[in-house]
């Protein structure tokens, strides 16, 4: 598939293109669809060490992601994947509260489900989604 747009954002985002062979994010059309996002610094890749601290990490890499790929960030997120170890009231609450605070003038739709495992031993949470950027796929083609 080369001729879709693949974006891995410094730090975290090449060494896993590197050492994984995956991108965090692929242009198709005018959506962004963006790889899970976990609640690492995105610099040196370590994890914060509390779930609550995860998920917050978590979006402000979607936000990373999604600007890195050319996107506005979340305010163009219309779905919603979210991964969680554990999921409980707690989890949700967290996510709710960023989700008013990264989306205040919307409500995408998601999918919340609690796993065994994630990537890595010290993950607690990974977030995927997919955004709608109709202005930047004319530009993201013009640099074709």
Request: charge should be negative; aromatic fraction near 10%; proline fraction near 3%.
């Amino acid at each position: 598939m080369s001729h879709l747009q693949y974006y891995s954002y410094e730090g975290v985002g090449v060494n896993n293109r590197q050492n994984f062979s995956y991108s965090q994010a692929v242009r198709v059309g005018d959506r962004i669809e963006c790889a899970g996002q976990g609640g690492w610094d995105p610099k040196t890749g370590e994890f914060y060490k509390e779930t609550n601290a995860q998920i917050d990490q978590a979006f402000k890499n979607v936000e990373l992601n999604l600007l890195d790929a050319g996107g506005k960030g979340w305010s163009q997120v219309y779905r919603v994947n979210s991964y969680h170890l554990p999921l409980n009231d707690e989890a949700v609450a967290v996510m709710v509260r960023n989700f008013r605070t990264y989306m205040p003038d919307h409500q995408p739709i998601w999918t919340c489900v609690g796993v065994t495992r994630l990537g890595e031993d010290d993950m607690r949470v990974e977030i995927e989604v997919v955004a709608h950027d109709s202005e930047g796929a004319v530009a993201a083609q013009a640099k074709k």
